[in-house]
């Protein structure tokens, strides 16, 4: 069993109740990875949840468009951007954590996608790949140099994450049971062969908790 010391952190990633079952924007089984992120957090001395924060004017959502049906794509100002259901809402339900995820012994808890005019897949970094969360800051206040990550969505929030993580010099690790995908015209396997490409390592929770 790993036991993992002061320069290695686990990140949990927005799971949060509109992301699982029965949420605005459930991820197929996303509920089955709260009781593996709970096992995992066991051996981590530094834990850290990401929260997605949305108003309700959030430029991602379709019904702040006219005529647009969620999951088509719009081009933004800072690329192409797909267009969600509303989801996790400030002060909403949605937006709460699982209920049965502990978090109440996490180090920090990033709060992102909260500007209305820009979405944020990624914990580090708001879509623009410019605007910081706040994350990295903390990581090397920390003296934090690896960084093990699970959640949802794999191929979103996810994979955002662990790709800047790599470029920021951070070695990522992905524990991909720990996760679920939302799998949307190919996505899953090119966030895989993105996040192999950079230099993020794929594992399973067994390699941590055996």
Not at 113 to 133: L, M, Q, V, W
Not at 179 to 189: E, H, K, V, W
Request: net charge negative.
């Amino acid at each position: 069993m790993s036991d993992f010391k002061e320069d290695t952190a686990l990140i949990l990633i927005d799971i949060q109740n509109d992301f699982c079952p029965g949420g605005a924007l459930a991820v197929n089984e996303g509920n089955e990875i709260v009781g593996l992120a709970n096992e995992l957090q066991k051996n981590f001395k530094i834990k850290i949840a990401t929260q997605d924060w949305h108003p309700h004017t959030h430029k991602s959502f379709a019904s702040n468009h006219e005529d647009k049906e969620p999951l088509s794509v719009i081009e933004m100002f800072y690329g192409q951007q797909v267009l969600w259901p509303d989801h996790c809402i400030q002060g909403s339900k949605g937006a709460e954590f699982h209920r049965e995820l502990i978090t109440d012994n996490s180090d920090l808890i990033i709060r992102k996608g909260f500007r209305p005019e820009i979405d944020s897949y990624s914990a580090f970094f708001e879509n623009d790949h410019k605007t910081p969360t706040g994350l990295e800051g903390y990581l090397r206040t920390r003296q934090i140099k690896s960084i093990y990550l699970c959640g949802l969505a794999l191929d979103f929030c996810v994979y955002f994450s662990a790709i800047d993580g790599a470029k920021l010099g951070f070695k990522v690790f992905v524990i991909e049971d720990a996760c679920r995908a939302i799998d949307l015209d190919g996505s899953l396997d090119n966030a895989i062969n993105e996040m192999t490409s950079s230099g993020v390592q794929l594992l399973s929770s067994h390699d941590l908790l055996n």
